[in-house]
């Protein structure tokens, strides 16, 4: 019996919150919310819709221009290091030849890592153009996908530079262990 009393009494709630909440919503509208000046209302949406467009656009373009000048700080900061060691490793290999060495190897590999640094550099710049076009783009999400991508493909050259290094460092070290033994 206390059963169903209790059921009652929440069904006969839950009722008249059905009934309430739509009855206050309409009392909250106030005079002149409903009607023909609801459409005026609507009517100006496109041009706010339009301004907002705009300023985002102009967020975006801000955003990606600090993005940019952080990005290209780092890039260059480590593309100017990866030159500095080709130039100090290319100083060594005529060092190692007035001795006496051999370094034809080193040499060769250090071109193609100098290559690759070019390539990265290239790579980069187009992706600094394509992400500046991204504000512009009709679809600025797969714009900035291909941006993105094509920095990624840059860092990976810059990374494929490293390693070239790294391989004609071993060769370095190789010439000069050979020149001590000879």
Do not use: W
């Not at 060594?92 to 070019?118: K, P």
């Not at 710049?125 to 512009?136: E, G, I, L, T």
């Not at 494929?160 to 060769?171: C, G, I, N, P, V």
């Amino acid at each position: 019996m206390k059963m169903n009393k209790l059921m009652s009494i929440v069904v006969a709630a839950t009722l008249i919150a059905a009934f309430a909440v739509p009855v206050s919503a309409i009392a909250a509208q106030g005079p002149g919310s409903a009607g023909m000046e609801t459409a005026g209302v609507g009517a100006s949406r496109p041009e706010s819709a339009t301004a907002s467009r705009g300023e985002a656009a102009a967020a975006l373009r801000d955003r990606i221009a600090n993005a940019l000048r952080l990005r290209s700080q780092a890039f260059n900061n480590s593309a100017d290091r990866l030159q500095e060691r080709i130039h100090k490793m290319e100083q060594l290999c005529d060092r190692i030849e007035d001795a006496g060495g051999e370094t034809e190897q080193v040499r060769s590999q250090l071109r193609i890592a100098e290559d690759t640094l070019e390539g990265a550099v290239r790579l980069e710049n187009r992706a600094v153009n394509q992400f500046r076009n991204v504000p512009d783009a009709e679809n600025v999400r797969g714009a900035f996908g291909e941006a993105r991508a094509l920095g990624g493909e840059a860092v990976g050259e810059l990374k494929r530079t490293r390693s070239q290094l790294k391989s004609a460092l071993r060769e370095l070290k190789e010439c000069v262990s050979e020149l001590k033994e000879g």
